[in-house]
């Protein structure tokens, strides 16, 4: 199986609750996940971008399914390089 990425937890003023995804194929880029409902966390910018792409998160830890974490976003979907996050992380 690929290698997947860190995930930490951080909180959004619009958002809430969401989780940042550290790409591994990019490198210094991450994924903002943000709640959809109960454990199930959503890609925002595929959100945006009208497509719907969820992981989902058990205790702190992404659960590991079929599909790599970085793998069937939507073809204009791209990673934001992590200087420009603009999520307050909680450690």
Do not use: W
């Not at 550290?22 to 210094?28: A, W």
């Not at 792409?53 to 976003?73: A, F, L």
């Amino acid at each position: 199986m690929e290698e997947v990425g860190e995930i930490t937890l951080g909180h959004s003023k619009y958002f809430g609750e969401m989780y940042i995804y550290n790409s591994v194929r990019k490198p210094g880029y991450v994924y903002e996940f943000s709640r959809q409902r109960g454990n199930k966390y959503r890609c925002c910018c595929c959100h945006k971008l009208k497509k719907s792409r969820c992981i989902t998160m058990e205790q702190n830890s992404m659960v590991s399914g079929v599909k790599h974490p970085e793998d069937d976003h939507h073809p204009d979907c791209q990673p934001i390089s992590e200087a420009g996050i603009s999520v307050r992380l909680s450690y």
